[in-house]
């Protein structure tokens, strides 16, 4: 954040005052030159060799200071990731009393910039100094080589304080490189900053020859896939494979860091395979361009991501120009449509930083409503009734039975209702599967579904006979 406020704001100001005031003294000092060569050739010889030496002081200059503003910037984007946390994290600091510790942290990064911009302040008490001899001895040399000029007849009094009047614009412009080399060596250090973020070559681009994904029916296969995320030599997915018929329920099932969550990004193609294919209606999602694949998958996350501005605006998110009427049909499916209008502004009420107005439940429903808003033919669900009750979840659940149809969907999720309805449950283990079938099957066969289902589904199972 640091890097497209403070550093671009850097770029910004030497951009539009820098490199105007770099043109003004270039002019004003070339001309300058120019009058003081007509006026007096030989005392205007007796300057010239300063110029050199005083640009060369302001190059040594530029080059000594860039890392100090470098550092100065990482300090500066250090503190504001320490109150980032701290403002986002308030209630977790003030639960376990650390208020106090954190006060020491920020001040402590606070300290660190200030001892900075000390250093930085020794450097330019140290450097301009200097320049500001250099133009005092060019007034020396003009001072005692126009006194001799005029004790030799060569020079009147009237043409030496012309003379001398038209030198202070040579040396202002000089003083005003100063401040110029200042705002550059800013400038650089924040360029540098904001292209290591624009030149990052991004993992995942659209291929030269990528041609765009016709509309699918949803027919996925995984072969022979092979995952290591980047700069990782483990591989997070070995050699797996499976295939999803056009309306199938993939259940997607394992401990945390099976593999679960890296099958669900490489279908949108958030990442790229290292070895193997993933593939849709026949299609390797590589050789398709990224817009017409996503565009037919929706996604819900665990972690569901709201934007500031009205609930309407985040169920339209992925579609701008839907209907209220469309937005209100999914919002029902996904059962939000019953507390949005309990809402004063119902569909036009603001959500807040984050959603930061509404509950964890309420948030996930809108991100449901998103997806379906979408009408993908493959859709995503990656825990997406965790944060919701078990009534609230039924009432959901009946509504995307619904909406799958013709949809192939598949699922991350800990309760035995979604594992239940699955048309195919894959059980995964230390990234590769161990057991492939529906619920019966793989709960006679399958000693590691029979633990997952014991650990973690049972709790679910026992709500859903007693609803029952």
């Not at 910004?12 to 004003?28: E, H, N, P, Y």
């Not at 499916?333 to 119902?346: R, W, Y």
């Amino acid at each position: 954040m640091i890097r497209a406020t403070d550093d671009v704001e850097r770029l910004r100001i030497f951009l539009a005052q820098g490199l105007v005031l770099t043109a003004q003294s270039l002019i004003l000092l070339v001309t300058t030159l120019i009058i003081l060569f007509l006026t007096n050739w030989q005392l205007t010889l007796y300057i010239i060799p300063i110029l050199p030496i005083a640009f060369l002081l302001f190059t040594v200059f530029g080059a000594l200071v860039r890392p100090f503003f470098i550092e100065l910037q990482q300090r500066l984007s250090r503190l504001n990731t320490i109150l980032q946390e701290n403002l986002a994290g308030i209630r977790t600091v003030q639960v376990y009393r650390r208020e106090a510790q954190q006060q020491v942290i920020f001040t402590q990064s606070a300290d660190d910039i200030y001892e900075q911009q000390i250093r930085l302040a020794g450097l330019f008490s140290t450097t301009f100094p200097l320049i500001f001899l250099f133009s005092q001895i060019g007034l020396g040399i003009i001072l005692y080589f126009g006194g001799q000029q005029i004790f030799l007849g060569k020079l009147n009094l009237g043409g030496y304080n012309s003379f001398n009047l038209y030198l202070a614009y040579v040396f202002f412009p000089l003083g005003q490189l100063g401040f110029i080399i200042s705002l550059f060596a800013q400038a650089s250090a924040s360029a540098e900053r904001i292209f290591e973020i624009l030149d990052a070559s991004s993992e995942v681009s659209n291929h030269p020859d990528a041609q765009a994904l016709p509309k699918i029916q949803g027919h996925v296969q995984l072969k022979n896939v092979t995952f290591s995320y980047f700069g990782s030599s483990r591989a997070v997915l070995n050699q797996v494979s499976f295939e999803a018929q056009p309306g199938e329920t993939i259940a997607l099932l394992g401990a945390t860091g099976s593999g679960k969550t890296s099958i669900i990004n490489l279908l949108p193609r958030f990442y790229d395979v290292a070895d193997g294919a993933v593939l849709i209606d026949g299609s390797d999602v590589r050789n398709v361009t990224l817009e017409s694949l996503r565009t037919q998958i929706g996604i819900v996350l665990q972690e569901t991501n709201l934007f500031s501005g009205s609930i309407r605006e985040n169920i339209a998110f992925g579609r701008p120009d839907a209907d209220l009427e469309e937005i209100i049909a999914a919002a029902k499916v996904a059962e939000a449509h019953e507390f949005i209008m309990n809402f004063p502004g119902n569909y036009d009420t603001p959500v807040g930083e984050r959603g930061a107005t509404l509950s964890g439940g309420q948030k996930q429903r809108i991100a449901i409503a998103r997806a379906i808003l979408m009408d993908p033919r493959i859709l995503i669900m990656d825990d997406s009734t965790s944060s919701v009750d078990f009534l609230t979840e039924q009432r959901i659940q009946k509504a995307l039975d619904q909406l799958v149809v013709g949809r192939t969907c598949f699922v991350i999720a800990q309760r035995i209702s979604t594992v239940l309805r699955a048309d195919q449950i894959i059980v995964l283990e230390q990234g590769s599967i161990v057991a492939t079938g529906r619920h019966d099957t793989l709960l006679e066969n399958s000693p590691e579904y029979a633990e997952i289902f014991a650990s973690q589904l049972v709790e679910d199972f026992s709500e859903n006979l007693e609803s029952a």
